[in-house]
């Protein structure tokens, strides 16, 4: 150091931190040789803490206000007293200033999804993400804990250190709650405060304050979205026949004529038109199977004669060719039997002989 540094060095000083940056938490005051001169002046502003460092160690911590550096009010030896070491004085002094403002917006969110029970879903993969806001609130353990020596301390250096934090107890507290997943998003503001409270503690142990911390969004897995969404809206369709009417109508309009698409929509209407129908008379009933035409054999001068229908047989009966007492025979029968009670039916409904 020349001898017209030296005396330029020893005029009085103003030692003063203003910044813009919006995100400085910790700023060391830049001097040459780290020298403090007696009777500088230093200006500590509202939202700031200054904190002394002086041969390594932290000598005094001063709130907003002005204050002259002197011997006998702060530790601080000044190189006007230690001229003799060739103006190097060997008492070198640091001041960093803190930023004791809100610093907002910070953004935090989990990176895997977290499994949690749900009482209607049963099992769960959730997602969430939001803000929060923190100050320093002890500088002495902030400066020594987290920011060492570094001259220039962002929030950028220290934000995935309390995402990390914010994530892991966000999933123990998730686990442990009861919430239905449907009930979260109108719970918000209540969950907030509840993650606010029990994660602040956290934050303590570093010199910082967890001020208020945001949940903007809980979110499932896609797939479970869209279940979701399928569900909601058959519900949301309310009568399936009108529905499925005015889905048809809707693809009629809006067909181009051809052929294919006539026929395709066709296919598509008579689909809908039975799926309405199945739903409104429950399950539908075959039409029976058709019945495999009785033969009939007859005893006849004591010869079988046949085979003939149910229908010829009643018209032999009707015309006297066969009585009663006529022995018949059909398949699935053992032995032959009398028309009478064969066709027990047909001789109800058969008026008696008249008589003459």
Same mark, same amino acid.
């Given at each position: 150091?020349?001898?017209?540094?030296?005396?330029?060095?020893?005029?009085?000083?103003?030692?003063?931190?203003?910044?813009?940056?919006?995100?400085?938490?910790?700023?060391?005051?830049?001097?040459?040789?780290?020298? @403090?001169?007696?009777?500088?002046?230093?200006?500590?502003?509202?939202?700031?803490?200054?904190?002394?460092?002086?041969?390594?160690?932290? !000598?005094?911590?001063?709130?907003?206000?002005?204050?002259?550096?002197?011997?006998?009010?702060?530790?601080?030896?000044?190189?006007?007293?230690?001229?003799?070491?060739?103006?190097?004085?060997?008492?070198?002094?640091?001041?960093?200033?803190?930023?004791?403002?809100?610093?907002?917006?910070?953004?935090?969110?989990?990176?895997?999804?977290?499994?949690?029970?749900?009482?209607?879903?049963?099992?769960?993969?959730?997602?969430?993400?939001?803000?929060?806001?923190?100050?320093?609130?002890?500088?002495?353990?902030?400066?020594?804990?987290?920011?060492?020596?570094?001259?220039?301390?962002?929030?950028?250096?220290?934000?995935?250190?309390?995402?990390?934090?914010?994530?892991?107890?966000?999933?123990?507290?998730?686990?442990?709650?009861?919430?239905?997943?449907?009930?979260?998003? !109108?719970?918000?503001?209540?969950?907030?405060?509840?993650?606010?409270?029990?994660? !602040?503690?956290?934050?303590?142990?570093?010199?910082?304050?967890?001020?208020?911390?945001?949940?903007?969004?809980?979110?499932?897995?896609?797939?479970?979205?869209?279940?979701?969404?399928?569900?909601?809206?058959?519900?949301?369709?309310?009568?399936?026949?009108?529905?499925?009417?005015?889905?048809?109508?809707?693809?009629?309009?809006?067909?181009?004529?051809?052929?294919?698409?006539?026929?395709?929509?066709?296919?598509?209407? !008579?689909?809908?038109?039975?799926?309405?129908?199945?739903?409104?008379?429950?399950?539908?009933?075959?039409?029976?199977?058709?019945?495999?035409?009785?033969?009939?054999?007859?005893?006849?001068?004591?010869?079988?004669?046949?085979?003939?229908?149910?229908?010829?047989?009643?018209?032999?009966?009707?015309?006297?060719? @066969?009585?009663?007492?006529?022995?018949?025979?059909?398949?699935?029968?053992?032995?032959?039997?009398?028309?009478?009670?064969?066709?027990?039916?047909?001789?109800?409904?058969?008026?008696?002989?008249?008589?003459?």
């Amino acid at each position: 150091m020349g001898l017209f540094d030296w005396i330029f060095g020893q005029f009085i000083d103003v030692i003063e931190w203003t910044d813009n940056s919006q995100d400085t938490m910790v700023y060391r005051f830049n001097r040459q040789g780290n020298e @403090i001169k007696y009777g500088a002046k230093l200006t500590v502003r509202e939202s700031q803490v200054a904190v002394f460092v002086n041969e390594g160690e932290i !000598a005094d911590i001063l709130g907003p206000g002005i204050y002259e550096l002197e011997t006998n009010n702060i530790p601080i030896l000044t190189n006007l007293q230690h001229w003799d070491h060739g103006f190097n004085s060997p008492f070198k002094a640091e001041i960093y200033f803190l930023n004791t403002k809100r610093f907002i917006d910070l953004k935090w969110g989990t990176k895997n999804p977290i499994m949690v029970r749900d009482p209607e879903f049963s099992m769960v993969r959730l997602r969430a993400f939001g803000t929060y806001e923190i100050r320093i609130t002890d500088a002495k353990k902030f400066l020594t804990e987290i920011v060492g020596t570094d001259g220039h301390f962002t929030t950028d250096e220290i934000e995935s250190q309390l995402t990390n934090l914010i994530t892991s107890n966000f999933a123990t507290i998730m686990g442990a709650d009861d919430t239905p997943v449907l009930d979260l998003a !109108a719970n918000y503001e209540k969950l907030s405060l509840y993650i606010t409270k029990h994660i !602040a503690p956290s934050f303590q142990e570093y010199g910082l304050e967890l001020t208020k911390m945001l949940v903007e969004n809980i979110s499932l897995p896609e797939e479970v979205e869209k279940a979701i969404d399928t569900r909601s809206s058959r519900e949301i369709t309310g009568d399936l026949d009108k529905h499925i009417k005015y889905q048809s109508g809707q693809a009629l309009g809006n067909a181009e004529g051809s052929a294919s698409d006539m026929v395709g929509m066709g296919a598509g209407m !008579a689909m809908g038109q039975q799926m309405a129908n199945s739903m409104h008379s429950g399950t539908s009933t075959p039409p029976p199977l058709p019945n495999k035409i009785a033969q009939y054999y007859m005893a006849i001068d004591a010869k079988a004669v046949g085979p003939f229908s149910l229908e010829t047989v009643e018209k032999k009966l009707l015309s006297g060719e @066969i009585n009663d007492q006529t022995l018949i025979w059909t398949q699935g029968m053992n032995g032959w039997g009398k028309a009478s009670d064969i066709l027990s039916t047909t001789f109800v409904q058969t008026p008696p002989p008249l008589n003459t």
